[in-house]
Each structure stands twice: as structure tokens, then as C-alpha cells.
């Protein structure tokens, strides 16, 4: 396995978000705000370039096979997995499945604070088997578990 500098082995994160999360800046932008998934691409791969991550892949979809799936194929392949899983949070038991099955570290993400929000929102069927939540901090969320995830690398190939 190759080092950096810093010591932190080659290591790959991947970054998946669900339903309607490609509408990101002109969906609901009181709630979700003006960024765009776009740029929060862009902000997560610039951060973790400059952390020393040798890669970070993205996938969005409005389809919970395809994030079902994606999961499945992470072992392996991935350190750490970022998550969004949009209103899948709520009710995708397949989904709770697919990262019980897998021994791969994931951190659910929301851009608002779920448990502010409709009562029906308050529910995470992923939280039990997840690594963490963060919520409520819009972009900052996710630049929180990016951070997480790389600190974790870090102190676990020390």
C-alpha cells in the first residue's frame, strides 16, 4: 500500500446521494439552500485531494437499487462510505440491509436537521448501522464527514 507525506495510506471514499438530491440549489433552497450538488462535489474532492485521499468517487441516484447495489460493491474497494440517502433515510430497510451486510464504515448525512423537521423525517432506519449522523449544518455536513472519515483513516493505518 502506498503513503503519503502525512502517512496516510492510499485509501478511496465514496460519496452517495439519493433521491432528489440532483435538484440541490433551486429545490426548496429556504431548507436545502442555493449550493448545488455540483459544488458540493467539488468542495468534498478539493478537501480530500488536499488531505491526501487518493480518491473519492461520487454517485447520485433517484434509484434505491442502484444505491443498494453500489453499497454491495463497496467492500473492497472503498475506506469509508458518505451518505445522503435523501427520504430513503426514512424507509429503505434494503437499503439498512445493504450497509449491515457490508464492513464498511458509513456516515449518514442531512443537509437540514431531520429531527426539527415533519415528524415522518424524525425516523432513521439506517442511524442503528451507521458509523454516525450529522445533520442540520448544510454543507457543512458533509465537509464534517468527509473530515471524520479522513481522521479515522488516518488514526487507522497509524
Request: net charge negative; glycine share 6%; charged share 25%.
Amino acid at each position: 500500500m502506498q503513503s503519503d507525506a502525512d502517512g496516510l495510506n492510499v485509501k478511496r471514499i465514496l460519496v452517495l446521494n439519493g433521491p432528489n438530491l440532483n435538484l440541490l440549489g433551486t429545490r426548496e433552497p429556504e431548507i436545502y439552500g442555493y449550493t448545488t450538488l455540483n459544488d458540493i462535489n467539488e468542495l468534498l474532492r478539493e478537501r480530500a485531494e488536499s488531505a491526501g485521499v487518493d480518491a473519492i468517487d461520487f454517485l447520485q441516484s433517484n434509484f434505491e437499487g442502484e444505491l443498494v447495489e453500489a453499497i454491495q460493491k463497496s467492500r473492497g474497494r472503498y475506506d469509508f462510505i458518505l451518505l445522503n440517502a435523501g427520504a430513503l433515510t426514512h424507509y429503505s430497510i434494503a437499503l439498512r440491509d445493504a450497509i449491515a451486510s457490508v464492513p464498511v464504515p458509513v456516515i449518514e448525512i442531512h443537509l437540514s436537521n431531520i429531527h426539527r423537521r415533519e415528524e415522518f423525517r424524525h425516523t432513521s432506519v439506517i442511524a442503528p448501522v451507521v458509523m454516525g449522523q450529522i445533520c442540520g449544518f448544510g454543507v457543512d455536513s458533509y465537509i464534517a464527514a468527509l473530515d471524520i472519515a479522513i481522521r479515522k483513516i488516518r488514526k487507522d493505518t497509524k
